[in-house]
């Protein structure tokens, strides 16, 4: 139920965040502390590195189409 409920919310998220253009900590941090029970320090860190995967995922694709190389940090 857990799981459904995770991916529900997520679906609505990204809706509005489509939807709207931005604004998504402030959709998600709630959901994940009131609707899916975690700590506050949790969803926030949840909440902060999903923007690096979408980074890293994007440079590798630019990279694989040889355009410019990008820099890519190192996981820290």
């Not at 799981?3 to 941090?29: Q, R």
């Not at 979408?54 to 410019?68: G, I, K, P, Y």
Request: a positive charge.
């Amino acid at each position: 139920m857990t799981v459904l409920l995770t991916v529900a919310a997520g679906m609505l998220i990204g809706l509005s965040l489509g939807a709207l253009g931005g604004g998504g900590s402030i959709l998600t941090v709630p959901v994940l502390v009131y609707l899916l029970g975690q700590s506050a320090a949790a969803a926030t860190q949840a909440r902060s590195s999903s923007p690096r995967w979408l980074a890293e995922s994007s440079a590798l694709a630019w990279r694989r189409e040889s355009r410019q190389p990008p820099v890519i940090s190192p996981i820290v």
